[in-house]
Antibody, heavy 122, light 107 residues
Framework: QVPLVESGGGVVQPGESLTLSCAAS????????MHWVRQAPGKGLEWVTY???????KYRDSVKGRFIISRDDSTDTLYLEMNSLRIEDTAVYFC????????????????WGKGTTVTVSS | EIVLTQSPATLSLSPGDRATLSCRAS??????LAWYQQRPGQAPRLLIY???NRATGIPARFSGSGSGTDFTLTISSLEPEDFTVYFC?????????FGQGTKVEVK
C-alpha cells in the first residue's frame, strides 16, 4: 500500500486553474501536517505550501493568493487548488507528510508521494 | 528567505570512497537542517534530520554534522546506489527552503 498518491496533474494554459489531490493511506492522516513540494524540470526542490493538522496554513510568496491548500480528513485527502497558473509553475508536484516525533512537529518531509506533473504552456 | 548553498555542485568519486557534501545557510538555522537523497525519477528520501540524526532505516554510513550556518553530510564508504543527488533543507524559518543539490557521480 503506497502511503501517498498524487493525481490531477495535466497540461493547462497560463491563467487557467487546476486542482491536485493526494490520497493518503496507512497512517492516521488527521494527526499529521502535510506539505506540497515542487520540482521544475531538471531543477531542485521548492517548498510550496503546508497545512497543519488543525488547518493552519503557510505559503511561499510566489503562490500566495493564487494557490489554496486544504484537507478532507473524512477521506484522508490533501488538495492543492492552483489558480492563475503561470509558466513558472510548471513542475512535478509532490505531496509529503510532515515529520513528527512524539507530539513534536519537525517540518521535514518523511513520507513522499511519487508526484504528479503540471505543465503550464501556451 | 534563508538561502542554502550546497557545494560542490558535482562530486566525482569511486565506490568505497568517502563523500563529504557541504550546505551553507545565509543565516543561522541552529541545527534545524535535514538532508535528502533523490534518485532519478523518484521522490526524495529523508536521510538526516536536525543536522545529525539519521532517519528511520537509513544506513549508518550516512552521517550529518554542523550547526549555525555550516553543515556537512558524510557518506563513509560509497555504495553503488549512493551515486545520485542530495539536497539540504532548513526548517528554522518560513518559507522552508532547499539547497540546489549536489550530484555524486562515478569517477
Amino acid at each position: 500500500q503506497v502511503p501517498l498518491v498524487e493525481s490531477g496533474g495535466g497540461v493547462v494554459q497560463p491563467g487557467e486553474s487546476l486542482t491536485l489531490s493526494c490520497a493518503a493511506s496507512g497512517f492516521l492522516f488527521r494527526t499529521y501536517g502535510m506539505h506540497w513540494v515542487r520540482q521544475a524540470p531538471g531543477k531542485g526542490l521548492e517548498w510550496v505550501t503546508y497545512i497543519g493538522y488543525d488547518g493552519s496554513d503557510k505559503y511561499r510568496d510566489s503562490v500566495k493568493g493564487r494557490f489554496i491548500i486544504s484537507r478532507d480528513d473524512s477521506t484522508d485527502t490533501l488538495y492543492l487548488e492552483m489558480n492563475s497558473l503561470r509558466i513558472e509553475d510548471t513542475a512535478v508536484y509532490f505531496c509529503a507528510r510532515n515529520m513528527e516525533i512524539g507530539r513534536m512537529d519537525y517540518h521535514y518531509m518523511d513520507v513522499w508521494g511519487k508526484g504528479t506533473t503540471v505543465t503550464v504552456s501556451s | 528567505e534563508i538561502v542554502l548553498t550546497q557545494s560542490p555542485a558535482t562530486l566525482s568519486l569511486s565506490p568505497g570512497d568517502r563523500a563529504t557534501l557541504s550546505c551553507r545557510a545565509s543565516q543561522s538555522v541552529t541545527t534545524y537542517l535535514a538532508w535528502y537523497q533523490q534518485r532519478p525519477g523518484q521522490a526524495p528520501r529523508l536521510l538526516i534530520y536536525d543536522a545529525s540524526n539519521r532517519a528511520t532505516g537509513i544506513p549508518a554510513r550516512f552521517s550529518g554534522s554542523g550547526s549555525g550556518t555550516d553543515f556537512t553530510l558524510t557518506i563513509s564508504s560509497l555504495e553503488p546506489e549512493d551515486f545520485t543527488v542530495y539536497f539540504c533543507q532548513q526548517r528554522a524559518n518560513w518559507p522552508r527552503t532547499f539547497g540546489q543539490g549536489t550530484k555524486v557521480e562515478v569517477k
